[in-house]
Structure formats: structure tokens, C-alpha cells
């Protein structure tokens, strides 16, 4: 399947190639990195999750919430209150500008060093690579709905409230098959290369 993909000239096969080209050890070790900075200033103090809890009394921000109707989100940012989205829009969200960025490159990365070492050129599995990538696309889609929502609280403006509540299933979902995918090509790797291991001391 990825074979005819590349003949036609398939974007997703072109990037997932292309992916699995910058996919070393190195580079899958700095992105991880990157991730790891990432997480911990969107997730600490004081720009990010602790410092915001502190301000609402533990009221958290749409990105962590999983609504199903336009009533849930705006709930959600009634919690919030006025210093409360004033904070997500101003640190947070900037924050959250780089975060799928960092997280989408590592899981990409790792993924792909991992299936190359597992799976032969043109296995159609090597296209799980691009799983991160919709999860961090899906999670700029809900960004900007977002920032459209705190810009013009106390307006209801439902389309982009449902938009939000999609996108952040559609991340959810690709984030989970990303992290799935990792930690399971992760796992095979180990256990090829302790049968390598084993087999050449036995010879």
C-alpha cells in the first residue's frame, strides 16, 4: 500500500518518510528533551497548571476538560472566573503555542526510530508515524478555538464551543494511538534486541 502511495506521489507517505529520516537516537533523545522542558513550564509554576489552580481554587482550562455540549465548555470557563482565563490567556496559552509542537515531534520521532527497526521498508505500520502529528494538529485546531472563545467571553458563540469539544476528542484519540504505538515499538525493540543478545551468546 505505501509502495503505490509513493509512486503517486501520496503526501502522508512523503511525510512519513521524510519523518523517519531525521528519526535518530539523537534526535529522538533531544526532542524528548524538549518535550520534558515543555511539560513542566505548561504544567508548574509560574506560568502554567499549579500557578492557575492557585488563582481559581482548582478550576482548570478547556484543554484539560472533556465537554460534549457548548453548556459544558462555557461552564467550564465560568470557573474559571476573570483572573483566571486573564491568566490561560496570557501564560498559558502561549505555552500551549509550543507544547504540541514538543510532544508532537518526539512521539513522531520515537515511533519512527522504533517501527524502522521492527518493520520492513513500505509496511503500511510505518505510517503510524503521522498519528502525532494529528494529534498536534487537532490540538492547534482546538487552541484557536480556544483563544476565540476567551477573547469574546461572555459572547456565546456555540459553533466554536462544539469545534473546541471535537478537536479535543480528535487529540485525545491520536494522542493515545501516539503514545500506544511508542511505548509498544519501544517494548519490540527490546525484545529483538535481547533475542539478538541471547542468540550470540548461545553460538
Known sequence: MTDLCRRNGCPACRLSG????????????????????A?????????????LHEITGGATILDMTFTTSPSQVYAVLDALGRSGRAFDLTHIVPLDLVFPFTYGLFLALGISWGLSRLLPEGSPWLLLNLAPVLAAAADYAENAGVIT???TYPARLDFVAWFVSIMYAVKFLFSAISFITFFAALAGVAIVSLSRGRGRSTA
Open 39 to 51: 511539560a513542566a513550564l505548561i504544567n508548574g509554576k509560574p506560568f502554567g497548571l499549579a500557578q
Open 149 to 151: 472563545l476567551l477573547l
Open 18 to 37: 521524510a519523518i523517519r529520516g531525521m528519526a535518530t537516537g539523537k534526535a529522538v533523545l533531544a526532542t524528548m528533551g524538549l518535550w520534558l522542558i
